[in-house]
């Protein structure tokens, strides 16, 4: 009923740039939290930074100044500007949004993921 599709992953050199976009489609009422989560091989999965319904927003110490998230409520997507990448950024990107639809309460969902490899 809900489908999360994240797009923009690729390679890129180190201290180049991406930007990720992941969009939400079906029969939602509302969308709550968005956020981006990353795995590397032989990781766990971490958070990477959120943004509210309103607009606030956090990130993991290990990006804070380099990544950028933000929404577009209208399209009912939500975007991760990576700049400055690094190599250790390395790793599959999850999206996830807390979210209400027409059949369910709010509850997750969750992308299957796009690949970000950065080069040195």
């Known amino acids: 009923q809900v489908q999360l599709v994240e797009s923009g992953g690729g390679l890129v050199q180190a201290g180049g740039s991406l930007r990720l976009s992941c969009a939400a489609s079906?029969?939602?009422?509302?969308?709550?939290?968005m956020g981006w989560y990353r795995q590397a091989p032989g990781k766990q999965r971490e958070l990477v930074a959120t943004?509210?319904?309103?607009?606030?927003?956090n990130y993991a110490d290990s990006v804070k100044g380099r990544f950028t998230i933000s929404r577009d409520n209208a399209k009912n997507t939500v975007y991760l500007q990576m700049n400055s990448l690094k190599p250790e950024d390395t790793a599959v990107y999850y999206c996830?949004?807390?979210?209400?639809?027409?059949?369910?309460?709010?509850?997750?969902?969750w992308g299957q993921g796009t690949q970000v490899t950065v080069s040195s």
């Open positions: 996830n949004a807390d979210l209400r639809s027409w059949l369910r309460p709010a509850s997750d969902y």
């Open positions: 079906g029969r939602i009422v509302s969308i709550n939290d």
């Open positions: 943004i509210t319904s309103a607009g606030s927003t």
